[in-house]
């Protein structure tokens, strides 16, 4: 696998750019506009930047890598990639439509692959012709920091499919790897999202301020970051979406999304990405 695209420049697609750029592999990346086109390449220069400031990269290195990285406004130009990975919104019709537009471009021997971090991969799958090469490789945000991906296998994937995935996340990209069954929310996330939900339902109910439920959980647990200031580096529109697709999967109270939630996504207070969640920044 050595020509990637990715779906979506936003913070975690252009992650994944990223990622794939500096292991050496060219990398085409789709946005739907101009404005959302030249927003995915600063961020991706802004990251590469910070990389090298932080002593993490040469500058050479980082040359090189935005040099193997293209932003375009084309499906079409997705044709030859050998793998292509999702990285669009957390809706997932939004992401059914993607793959059944791929699936009409792409080679017989593309595997393609969605980012979700919530949405069992079977119903993606089952948008294409090809379900047997559909894969879940979700990775985790920042992604030019954090060493996790989780490989994700639907019923119908095939067994080289997730060997070869395994094998260019864990030897080209340098990622350690997991394995999760297709079921919502994954290792990660069915264990994350409680534990936040929970964090903001306290908040809600005026037992704690955010200060303290963080200072406690940082402090007291030794959690490099505590959970509201942690929803809001994640998202707090991400946050919901996957608190609603564990729900909807297993109907359980704690996975219920807390109103204070809804009230704050509905109001664009999403975290760190929109400047404000439950702290301004």
């Given at each position: 696998?050595?020509r990637?695209?990715?779906i979506?420049?936003?913070?975690?697609?252009?992650g994944?750019?990223?990622?794939?750029?500096?292991a050496?592999?060219?990398?085409?990346?789709?946005e739907?506009?101009?404005?959302?086109?030249s927003?995915?390449?600063q961020?991706?220069?802004?990251?590469?930047?910070r990389?090298?400031?932080s002593g993490?990269?040469?500058r050479?290195?980082a040359?090189?890598?935005?040099?193997?990285?293209?932003?375009?406004?084309?499906?079409g130009?997705?044709?030859?990639?050998?793998?292509?990975?999702?990285?669009?919104?957390?809706i997932?019709?939004?992401?059914?439509?993607?793959?059944?537009?791929?699936?009409?471009?792409?080679?017989?021997?593309?595997?393609?692959?969605?980012?979700?971090?919530?949405?069992?991969?079977?119903?993606?799958?089952?948008?294409?012709s090809?379900?047997?090469?559909?894969?879940?490789?979700?990775?985790?945000?920042?992604?030019?920091?954090?060493?996790?991906?989780?490989?994700?296998?639907?019923?119908?994937?095939?067994?080289?499919?997730?060997?070869?995935?395994?094998?260019y996340?864990?030897?080209?990209?340098?990622?350690?790897?997991i394995?999760?069954?297709?079921?919502?929310g994954?290792?990660?996330?069915?264990?994350l999202?409680?534990?936040?939900?929970?964090?903001?339902?306290?908040?809600?109910?005026?037992?704690?301020?955010?200060?303290?439920?963080?200072?406690?959980?940082?402090?007291?647990?030794?959690?490099?970051m505590?959970?509201?200031?942690?929803s809001d580096?994640?998202?707090?529109?991400?946050v919901?979406?996957?608190?609603?697709?564990?729900?909807?999967?297993?109907?359980?109270?704690?996975?219920a999304?807390?109103?204070?939630?809804?009230?704050?996504?509905?109001?664009?207070r999403?975290?760190?990405?929109?400047?404000?969640?439950?702290y301004?920044?």
């Amino acid at each position: 696998m050595t020509r990637v695209g990715v779906i979506g420049g936003g913070t975690m697609g252009a992650g994944i750019a990223e990622v794939v750029a500096r292991a050496g592999d060219p990398v085409l990346v789709l946005e739907r506009g101009t404005e959302a086109a030249s927003a995915a390449s600063q961020r991706i220069d802004t990251s590469l930047a910070r990389a090298v400031k932080s002593g993490r990269l040469t500058r050479a290195a980082a040359a090189d890598a935005r040099s193997l990285v293209t932003v375009t406004l084309d499906l079409g130009e997705f044709a030859d990639r050998d793998l292509v990975i999702e990285a669009a919104p957390e809706i997932e019709q939004l992401k059914v439509e993607f793959f059944t537009r791929l699936d009409g471009i792409v080679s017989d021997t593309t595997i393609l692959a969605t980012n979700t971090s919530s949405i069992p991969v079977i119903r993606i799958a089952n948008a294409t012709s090809r379900p047997e090469r559909v894969v879940g490789v979700h990775f985790f945000n920042p992604v030019p920091i954090l060493p996790l991906v989780e490989i994700v296998a639907s019923l119908r994937t095939s067994a080289d499919i997730i060997a070869d995935v395994t094998d260019y996340a864990a030897n080209r990209l340098g990622k350690n790897v997991i394995r999760s069954g297709d079921r919502a929310g994954f290792i990660v996330n069915a264990l994350l999202m409680p534990y936040l939900v929970s964090a903001i339902r306290m908040l809600e109910s005026g037992f704690a301020t955010a200060d303290d439920i963080d200072s406690g959980m940082v402090n007291g647990c030794a959690h490099p970051m505590g959970p509201l200031r942690l929803s809001d580096t994640v998202g707090l529109d991400v946050v919901l979406a996957v608190t609603e697709s564990l729900y909807e999967e297993f109907k359980e109270p704690q996975h219920a999304a807390p109103p204070l939630l809804r009230r704050m996504v509905d109001a664009g207070r999403l975290g760190r990405k929109s400047g404000q969640g439950f702290y301004t920044y």
